[in-house]
């Protein structure tokens, strides 16, 4: 069995004040050709199909046309569950119907997950499709065992499911959420994460040893591609930057085969998207050097500007350089050395240079010679009574 393994699409994003329907096309009409090119038998769908619970009527537009080529001309089941940021009421319409077409969309969260299974050579392969679950869910799902945690819930929820599972048959789950075996090999800060993702410290974190007895695990939710503490627990990441702290991850699809023992190979297939997002730093003089103050890339850009006081008619002329530029950061020359510089710079810091630093960056104004003196004579007394 080898499917692609896809998630996070957030079909409808807006980046800053852009909208990235044309990137979502253009990524598209990519995993069609792989498809086209390199036959897979299902396609997963890990949640977050859109961006938000009521999505533009253009994002729709797009995610028809997306899964009628997956569906009725490449002729693939797509399997596919509702995500934190899907309106899973909405997404649940029209489900029973598209199950005949090859489509399974499971969006609702149901005490029983749902189990699709196909075929391939070496016999059935149980897909199950689990919609995000909050403890909400739980409640509602186990009334007279109450659970309070994330945790608790996707206990209970397995606790129900696994004695379902058939002995002998290779399992699928796919999963949106916030998951990571812990142990102290595999501790939760190698996790991933970026300011485009919902989490509140480690209080919706699921232990993923919970899922131990599925062959491989589909996860969503996480927009770096990465393990889950496993090989076989993946989160294949978004299909786009959606964030400027996500500028530095490569993005990708995950190619899974499964074989008749259950053993997964997973191979990463990363596609290019329409525009990187990224961020740049220098003086105005510096970002205009390499052509002379006109159009220099078609990227989203944040800038970093390197400068004293207020750059007159900046945002025209990033503009000029940058046409989707997402903003402008004035930067002194002293944040620039403590803060772009990184941590050493900042450890060769006097006491009083490091407190101009943190004063500046913080007021966004030069710190005064009188405020300036005060701090030289704390620090002075400071000194003397160590």
Request: proline residues 6%; glycine residues 8%.
């Amino acid at each position: 069995m080898k499917f692609l393994h896809l998630s996070d699409l957030h079909f409808g994003k807006l980046l800053f004040e852009y909208s990235l329907l044309e990137d979502q096309e253009y990524w598209c009409r990519q995993v069609l050709d792989l498809l086209q090119n390199d036959p897979h038998d299902a396609v997963i769908i890990a949640g977050d199909l859109y961006d938000r619970s009521v999505p533009p009527g253009d994002a729709v537009a797009m995610m028809d046309r997306f899964l009628t080529a997956l569906v009725s001309q490449l002729r693939l089941p797509v399997l596919a569950i509702a995500g934190n940021h899907d309106g899973s009421q909405r997404l649940a319409f029209g489900a029973g119907l598209y199950r005949n077409s090859g489509l399974y969309l499971s969006a609702l969260p149901s005490r029983e997950v749902e189990r699709i299974t196909l075929e391939d050579r070496w016999g059935p392969v149980d897909f199950w499709l689990l919609p995000y679950l909050t403890p909400a869910d739980g409640k509602t799902l186990f009334p007279q065992e109450n659970p309070h945690t994330f945790q608790e819930t996707y206990r209970l929820m397995m606790e129900e499911n696994l004695p379902r599972l058939v002995p002998g048959r290779r399992n699928v789950l796919v999963a949106h959420g916030f998951f990571c075996r812990l142990s102290p090999e595999h501790p939760v800060g190698e996790l991933e994460t970026c300011e485009s993702e919902t989490t509140v410290g480690t209080a919706d974190l699921v232990d993923a040893a919970l899922f131990e007895p599925f062959q491989y695990c589909a996860f969503g939710h996480l927009h770096s591609s990465q393990r889950a503490g496993s090989e076989r627990m993946r989160y294949c990441g978004s299909p786009l930057a959606y964030s400027v702290s996500e500028e530095r991850q490569v993005k990708s699809v995950l190619s899974v085969e499964l074989d008749g023992q259950g053993n997964c190979t997973v191979t990463p297939i990363v596609l290019s998207p329409l525009r990187k997002v990224r961020s740049v730093s220098g003086t105005m003089e510096e970002l205009c050097a390499p052509t002379g103050g006109t159009f220099v890339s078609d990227d989203y850009v944040f800038v970093n500007l390197m400068t004293d006081g207020v750059e007159p008619d900046a945002a025209r002329r990033i503009r000029n350089l940058y046409p989707h530029y997402l903003g402008i950061r004035y930067v002194s020359p002293l944040e620039k050395e403590t803060v772009l510089g990184g941590g050493e710079a900042l450890r060769k810091l006097d006491l009083c240079q490091a407190f101009r630093a943190f004063y500046e960056q913080t007021q966004g104004e030069p710190l005064t010679e009188d405020a300036m003196r005060a701090v030289r004579q704390a620090a002075q007394e400071k000194e003397e009574q160590s």
